[in-house]
């Protein structure tokens, strides 16, 4: 229990009529100061019986939602408190948050209401595994004077229980690329017993793979190589429009809700997600395999909006589309054409032409390549409405069926039909999801 | 905000009482300018803990103030100080405050016959502040130990 500023205001001015009590030995100032040390005593007293009769009366029940879940998962946990209202004294409640666990308020507590209801929700984040018990709730209680705090960790405050399941300790395939070992166990979240080779220590190999044998032997390290699960995380593109075109705001929020939803479910599914922001052939950010889908978040709330696009694309073509816009209108022969239409695609076909003598590959074209080169991954899921010039897109959409990668387009919906045509004529394919 | 019932009659009684005080005293101004800041005091700054705090040292003035006129005068005016802060606006909703500040009431009655009657006031003093200091602390801290045991958990 501890005293508030009323309290020790009573304490100093007690103290100082005590002092000049003892020095003009008048009875006046002694029963001043009793009385303040008797005030003192009094509302000690008063504030303990009102927190007794709070705390007897107060009823928890929380719930989560999921109960069982995997480690690094979200569960959304709802606590709610009824205690007998008192109109003295003020009701902060909070849960005490489990071992290893992280929540989303960090500070998550509520002030009971005048009819004494409170009700905390939050998302728990359980870092460790097996099953986590919640460990009861903490009450703060404060009146003018007063402020005292109390843990109820008896039985009637605790619970549920969450289960807690193991990430799956997938490994990484890159590192055998260059082995060309292309087998696969079935799935399974434990590394499998089946061996598939035998090779040299790579620096990074876990040493409890070492065939002694084999290594003494041959006098160099030999690792064994179990079959086991491979991690195939999603590519997530996130293509915001430039900032100088109207787009309503509704249309961002839907798609970085979705982009957000997408990421969740790729690090529930695969364990990691890569996110690549961009803004036309600007890149905003980029985050490569990440676990955490709390950073995730943050860097999608930090970034996803209209950005200014500083690089344009300028409607740029791919060699092999110019090549084959070239041989589409016939050759070089053709030009120059007496009718209008000729004459311009022929002025367009004697431009490519120039460019395909000075070849020059832009920036984003080879950020790109290197991304997905870098990556191992068997989809690219792109979040776009698809706003002013798609140069950018068709190169993501290029570099993916180069690389046999599968890419989903994706866009909200209340867009212009028209605009969907064009957009799946520029894309090449039929397949654009519009998100309702 | 709105002057709570309890506070204007308090007030008035201590205001009262001192008056009544002001023609067996000598200094009499000092009684009515420490019973003029009383009241102001207990009609500003509603609920806050400056105004409990100013109420508190005023009062104590006026206590003292009126104190050099008669004893039990001051015992009365000192009720009514402490009956200010005490039921702060609660009256008569919360009927165990009144029974407080009615336990209040006799305990000081029956120091302030102890202060009175007494050849020497200090002895007396120390003796019945730590009784009542002590008495406190065990209250409180034996409560607490039992709650916190109570609550505690065995796992």
């Known amino acids: 229990m501890e005293p508030g500023r009323c309290t020790q205001g009573i304490w100093v001015m007690a103290a100082f009529l005590g002092a000049a009590a003892i020095v003009f030995s008048d009875p006046s100032f002694f029963l001043a100061t009793f009385s303040l040390v008797l005030l003192s005593a009094a509302l000690a007293i008063r504030f303990r019986l009102r927190m007794h009769r709070i705390i007897t009366s107060a009823q928890v029940t929380r719930s989560a939602d999921p109960k069982v879940l995997q480690q690094g998962d979200t569960t959304t946990v709802t606590t709610g408190f009824s205690c007998r209202p008192d109109a003295g004294i003020t009701v902060r409640v909070s849960d005490v948050l489990p071992p290893a666990t992280i929540s989303d308020p960090t500070d998550a507590l509520a002030v009971v209401a005048a009819n004494g209801n409170a009700t905390i929700r939050y998302s728990l984040i359980p870092l460790g595994t097996g ?6 709730i903490s009450l703060t209680l404060s009146d003018p004077f007063f402020t005292s705090s109390l843990v109820m960790g008896s039985d009637p405050f605790r619970g549920p229980k969450l289960e807690v399941h193991p990430h799956a300790a997938y490994e990484r395939s890159d590192i055998r690329e260059h082995i060309g070992e292309q087998e696969k166990d079935t799935l399974s979240i434990c590394r499998g017993s089946g061996l598939r080779s035998i090779r040299e220590y790579i620096h990074g190999d876990d040493i409890r793979f070492i065939d002694w044998k084999l290594t003494a032997k041959h006098d160099r390290i030999f690792i064994r190589e179990y079959t086991s699960v491979e991690n195939f995380s999603p590519l997530i593109v996130l293509d915001l429009p430039d900032r100088s075109f109207s787009v309503p705001d509704e249309h961002i929020a839907k798609l970085v809700n979705n982009v957000t939803r997408e990421t969740a479910n790729a690090i529930r599914n695969y364990g990691s997600v890569s996110l690549f922001l961009i803004s036309g052939v600007n890149i905003i950010d980029i985050i490569l395999e990440e676990t955490n889908l709390q950073r995730c978040i943050a860097i999608i709330r930090t970034s996803a909006h209209p950005q200014f696009r500083l690089h344009h694309a300028y409607r ?33 076909a004697q431009i490519y032409r120039k460019s395909l003598a000075n070849p020059s590959i832009p920036v984003f074209s080879t950020q790109v390549r290197h991304l997905i080169h870098s990556l191992q991954m ?4 792109l979040y776009s409405l698809f706003e002013g010039d798609l140069s950018h897109i068709r190169e993501i959409a290029l570099q993916a069926q180069m690389q046999r990668i599968q890419l989903k387009s994706r866009t909200v919906a209340g867009q212009d039909a028209t605009k969907i045509f064009s957009i799946k004529k520029a894309l090449g394919k039929d397949i654009l999801e519009v998100i309702p | ?28 101004y000092l009684t009515l300018i420490a019973a003029a800041v009383f009241v102001l005091a207990a009609f500003t700054q509603q609920g806050s803990d400056n105004n409990r705090i100013l109420i508190l040292a005023s009062g104590e003035i006026l206590v003292i103030a009126v104190a050099a006129a008669s004893l039990w005068v001051s015992f009365i005016v000192q009720c009514a100080v402490i009956g200010a802060v005490l039921l702060d606006g609660t009256f008569p909703a919360d009927t165990r405050d009144i029974t407080f500040f009615g336990l209040y009431c006799i305990v000081a009655l029956t120091c302030t016959i102890i202060f009175d009657r007494s050849n020497q006031v200090l002895l007396p003093f120390l003796t019945v502040t730590a009784m009542v200091a002590a008495t406190t602390v065990i209250l409180v801290g034996v409560q607490e130990m039992r709650e916190r045991r109570m609550y505690a958990g065995g796992k």
Do not use: C, H, N
């Not at chain 1, 099953?131 to 009861?136: A, L, Q, T």
């Not at chain 1, 110019?322 to 009718?339: A, E, L, N, V």
């Not at chain 2, 709105?2 to 008056?19: C, E, G």
């Open chain 1, 131 to 136: 099953s986590i018990d919640f460990p009861g």
């Open chain 1, 316 to 348: 740029w073509k791919d060699r092999a589309s110019m090549r084959r816009f070239i041989m589409k209108i016939g050759g070089t022969g053709s030009y120059p054409q007496k009718d209008e239409s000729g004459l311009f695609l022929g002025k367009i």
């Open chain 1, 378 to 381: 068997e989809e690219i899921v």
């Open chain 2, 1 to 28: 905000m709105k002057t709570p019932v309890v506070r204007i009659l308090v007030v008035l009684i201590a205001a009262v009482a001192a008056l009544f005080s002001l023609d067996q005293g000598q200094s009499w």
